[in-house]
């Protein structure tokens, strides 16, 4: 089985600074795209930033130039660095990743971890 672990959440104030970390374990063959989603309440979920394996990423704008994604594939581990923090960036963040499995070479399966919670008090 596969799973998708996040952490580097929390409370801070605005203009203030967080780290996510992702990290997939299990029976992983290969990590395609990758990607860190929110979700504030009251609110439909939304991309936040996307990385394809290769390093090439994207960004909703409301993030560009304060956002970071990057990943270690050797690690299997995805991270966001967010900077200058707003209230309006509180949200549970999701990790999600494209995962082909070990014995499953010809299928390509998402994967959510279970998200954690960024608190910016104004």
């Known amino acids: 089985q596969v799973q998708l672990v996040e952490s580097g959440g929390g409370l801070v104030q605005a203009g203030g600074s967080l780290r996510l970390s992702c990290a997939a374990s299990g029976s992983i063959f290969i990590i395609n795209a990758m990607g860190w989603y929110r979700q504030a309440p009251g609110k439909q979920r939304e991309l936040v930033a996307h990385?394809?394996?290769?390093?090439?990423?994207n960004y909703t704008d409301s993030v560009k130039g304060r956002f970071t994604i990057s990943r270690d594939n050797a690690k299997n581990t995805m991270y966001l660095q967010m900077n200058s923090l707003k209230p309006v960036d509180t949200a549970v963040y999701y990790c999600?990743?494209?995962?082909?499995?070990?014995?499953?070479?010809?299928?390509?399966?998402?994967?959510w971890g279970q998200g954690t919670q960024v608190t910016v008090s104004s």
């Open positions: 990385i394809t394996r290769g390093g090439s990423t």
């Open positions: 999600t990743a494209m995962i082909i499995r070990v014995g499953d070479a010809l299928n390509e399966y998402p994967y």
